[in-house]
Structures are given as C-alpha cells and as structure tokens.
C-alpha cells in the first residue's frame, strides 16, 4: 500500500509548509494577556468563556501565576484545551511524572470559531 493515504500524516506536513497560520480574517486578535498580536492561530488557546484567542504561552505564564508550583512541577498541555500541573519525580526521566491537577482552560465542546476556520484554510488545496 503504497501512496501514503493516511491524512493524518500529510496533514501535519502540509501543516509545517503553510507556516502562514494567521486568521482568515483581516485584523489579527490581539492577546488578552500580553496585547501582543497572536499570529499562529493552532497554537492559541480560547480561555474559559471568552472566544478570545490567547498565546499559548500567555496561558502557561498566568497559570504559574495563580497556581503554587513546587520546584520539579511544569506546566503542561494535556489535551482537550486543558492543562495540568505535572510533578516531574526525577528530571532526567521525564517518563515519570505524576498530573497534580488538571485546568480546564478551553470549554471542548465548544466550537471555536476562529480555529474552525483556520483549520479548513490549511486543509484547502
Ligand atoms: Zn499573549
């Protein structure tokens, strides 16, 4: 089977090719957190209630501002527009970690409507 017909794959090439993935729109959001423009609509996260889009690493830095990390916790995205707060045991293993608490950033059932359109930009061909 050859020709590679599993999307999946191609797409995150294509992904990587078409870095452009600025909004369809004419004026790019500015983030709530930093005022910056957010210029890579897959990366940016809707916050909670807002459609706002917000850096990714805005919503890491406000995180380890509300929550109390120990030394060996990080702050990492676990998916499904949540966070977690991960408590590393060793370092050098990174495979042994343990999920203190879990932030529900993004409302998943929700349907983003920037992003939305951002992703059927990329697929077009
Ligand atoms: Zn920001």
């Known amino acids: 089977m050859a020709g590679g017909g599993k999307r999946g794959g191609n797409w995150k090439r294509n992904r990587k090719k078409h870095s452009k993935n600025a909004f369809p729109g004419k004026e790019m959001p500015k983030c709530p957190y930093c005022g910056q423009n957010v210029r890579d609509v897959l990366t940016a996260i809707a916050v909670e209630s807002s459609d706002v889009p917000v850096h990714f690493d805005c919503v ?3 995180i380890a501002e509300t929550e109390e ?4 916790d990080k702050i ?6 949540s966070f977690g707060i991960v408590h590393f045991k060793n370092p050098s293993d990174p495979a042994k970690f343990t999920i203190k608490k879990r932030i529900q950033i993004e409302d998943e059932k929700k349907e983003i409507s ?3 359109a951002s992703v059927k930009r990329v697929s077009f061909k």
């Open 114 to 116: 920037w992003r939305k």
């Open 69 to 72: 990390l120990d030394a060996k």
């Open 76 to 81: 990492c995205y676990l998916g499904k527009g």
């Open 60 to 62: 890491i830095k406000k």
